[in-house]
């Protein structure tokens, strides 16, 4: 039995490698953003940004009145060098990782229309083969205090400088005399606790054979430069790993269906739950402070721990919200943004695009952010 396991395994990820390569065409693509690391942040007009797979990056800088698609490569799946399924915003710039499972860059604006490398073309990480222009394998990207970090497989990489150099920290060997023995995680979402603790805490699969259902929380106190293996309190009772989000104080888990809710004041150390939220399947979103589950039963919580209806119209998916108290909604499997000006209450659609015509995702916006950026 585990011989055919073992095999089965095998095949997984020489299938995932084949998905993965790169052509010479998708090369060149890569090759001719020009290469960034002097970015100028001028922080003044407010900007949606949201993203989808082929490096899709859609703008909008009249509070989501109107949309255009400022970036866009070739038709991209979960998996290669165009899978596109984070936004991060900070200092007046947001960065998009762009790549899994293949060639990973990370494209940058500071005025939310002209996208080019983040990098510098100095960094010179693990993954890069020689390469100035690759990044690190990322699966989600985060950002505060001038700082972005990504994470995905085992490893994180830092920029402190908007492009100019990076750091990495690689989980391999780090925690090898840890008493819970060997760690193997993936899938590794980074997000920014927010001014007050300064740290960027990470949520990562369980890929052992034992270990938390929650998965394994990681956090770094010193802008990504170091990263500790945490051992929460409180996240026994979890059905799953789901999503992790914080409001600038609070943070909030959910379990892989969205039908209940942890919460932490101690960014991560301990927790309080379950709490049931009266959905499923639902996108976690932070509106205006409040966390907000929308789906076929769209609810919102001031607390994460008591939950109330929304506005039946919301739509499902990531709800986005501008300074001017404007919501835009977007999600996966949608091919178009919707905005709302009253609270949800109502919703019009705004901007629409032709999916693209392949196969191994949802063809739909991933993530989305808003951030002041130069006019």
Not at 23 to 44: C, H, M, S, V, Y
Not at 270 to 295: I, K, M, Y
Not at 343 to 355: A, I, L, N, R
Request: charged share 20%; aromatic share 8%.
């Amino acid at each position: 039995m585990k011989s055919r396991i073992l095999t089965l395994a095998l095949i997984l990820v020489a299938a995932t490698v084949v998905v993965a390569e790169e052509t010479p065409e998708e090369a060149k693509i890569r090759d001719a953003i020009p290469l960034g690391g002097d970015f100028q942040p001028n922080p003044k007009v407010g900007a949606f940004v949201v993203v989808g797979h082929g490096a899709r990056i859609i703008v909008s800088k009249d509070d989501g009145q109107t949309w255009k698609q400022a970036f866009f490569a070739e038709p991209g799946a979960d998996h290669g060098p165009w899978a596109t399924k984070s936004v991060a915003y900070t200092s007046g710039v947001f960065a998009v990782p762009v790549g899994w499972g293949g060639p990973t860059i990370f494209l940058a604006s500071d005025d939310a229309v002209n996208w080019r490398h983040l990098t510098s073309g100095a960094a010179k990480l693990p993954d890069a083969k020689g390469d100035p222009r690759l990044m690190t394998g990322t699966w989600g990207l985060a950002g505060g205090q001038g700082v972005f970090v990504s994470s995905g497989y085992m490893t994180f990489s830092v920029t402190a400088d908007l492009g100019k150099t990076f750091t990495s920290f690689a989980m391999w060997g780090k925690f090898k005399d840890d008493p819970r023995g060997k760690m193997s995680t993936h899938h590794i979402g980074t997000v920014y606790c927010g001014d007050a603790s300064g740290r960027f805490l990470a949520l990562g699969d369980n890929r052992g054979d034992s270990g938390p259902k929650f998965g394994h929380l990681f956090a770094s106190d010193d802008l990504g430069k170091t990263w500790k293996w945490l051992a929460p309190q409180g996240l026994d009772a979890s059905s799953g790993r789901g999503t992790l989000t914080c409001n600038g104080k609070l943070l909030v888990m959910t379990d892989t269906m969205a039908a209940n809710a942890w919460t932490s004041v101690d960014a991560g150390e301990t927790w309080d739950g379950p709490h049931a939220t009266g959905t499923q399947r639902a996108s976690l979103s932070v509106v205006n402070a409040e966390f907000r589950l929308c789906g076929k039963h769209p609810r919102t919580s001031v607390d994460g721990k008591t939950w109330r209806d929304l506005p039946a119209a919301v739509p499902e998916g990531q709800v986005i919200a501008s300074d001017k108290g404007t919501l835009i909604s977007i999600h996966p499997q949608r091919f178009n943004i919707q905005r709302s000006t009253n609270g949800g209450e109502t919703w019009q659609e705004v901007h629409s695009f032709v999916p693209a015509d392949i196969k191994g995702g949802a063809q739909g916006l991933r993530d989305g952010a808003f951030g002041l950026v130069a006019p």
